[in-house]
């Protein structure tokens, strides 16, 4: 199953710079995009979601890019703080089902 | 804040064994899942379930599997009988909506390990 991917395993960040991850999908139908954030032993948490029908969605230093056409969505995260370094996943919903993509782990360093 | 409660966070079977994995949501929500990462790979939707019957489930989740809610509080997962290829973290999550931008609330998962 490969609608939802992330191509990057990892990224590693300066404590206060930016923070990029990206996640591709290839179905059309979704209707929502997530961001989910996870810890070692803890199940994923919810961050962030944007609706297909809008581009940007923002929640304190967390924003979420859509692009459509190109298939393509990206969290930003400004500044990157210690405290973030964690595996991200990117998530598309359509109907009653969730698919992940294979995360990516965010290193931020002090 | 509310969450979404597994249990065991370990089970060890042997292989052909049947495994129940439990779980309890939070108690307004409406909407149940079991998602599983195998070590080291992407996590995976199983099912969802909403008024006590299935509403989607993925071609993981064949006769071997199974799911429940038999008292109003607990959702469980079972596996009839076990493969050493079913190893892997265990995820139940809950949502209040079907609608995607709440998100899912996952609970810790629960490891299990087939010998």
């Known amino acids: 199953d490969q609608q939802v991917k992330q191509n990057s395993p990892s990224l590693s960040v300066q404590e206060g710079r930016i923070s990029i991850l990206n996640c591709d999908y290839t179905?059309?139908?979704?209707?929502?995009f997530l961001w989910y954030k996870k810890y070692p032993a803890e199940g994923p948490t919810f961050l962030i979601s944007?609706?297909?029908?809008?581009d940007k969605n923002e929640d304190g230093r967390f924003t979420v890019f859509l692009n459509k056409s190109a298939k393509h969505l990206s969290l930003h995260i400004v500044p990157s703080q210690p405290g973030d370094s964690a595996v991200y996943f990117c998530?598309?919903?359509?109907?009653?089902?969730?698919?992940f993509g294979a995360g990516t782990r965010l290193t931020v360093k002090p | 804040e509310p969450e979404v409660t597994q249990t065991p966070s370990h089970q060890v079977t042997q292989m052909g064994q049947e495994v129940i994995l439990r779980c309890v949501p939070i108690?307004?929500?409406?909407?149940f899942y079991w998602y599983r990462q195998i070590l080291g790979q992407k996590v995976e939707f199983l099912v969802s379930?909403?008024?006590?019957?299935?509403?989607?489930k993925s071609e993981i989740f064949d006769d071997q599997f199974s799911v429940e809610r038999p008292d109003g509080s607990n959702f469980t997962l079972k596996i009839r009988s076990t493969k050493l290829e079913d190893s892997a973290m265990y995820f139940c999550?809950?949502?209040?909506?079907?609608?995607?931008?709440?998100?899912?609330?996952f609970g810790s998962g629960t490891r299990l390990t087939v010998v």
């Open positions: 999550a809950s949502s209040v909506s079907s609608e995607g931008s709440y998100g899912y609330t």
């Open positions: 179905n059309s139908m979704f209707d929502y």
């Open positions: 944007i609706s297909s029908i809008k």
């Open positions: 998530a598309a919903s359509a109907r009653r089902d969730m698919r």
């Open positions: 108690s307004n929500h409406l909407y």
């Open positions: 379930f909403y008024n006590n019957e299935i509403s989607e």
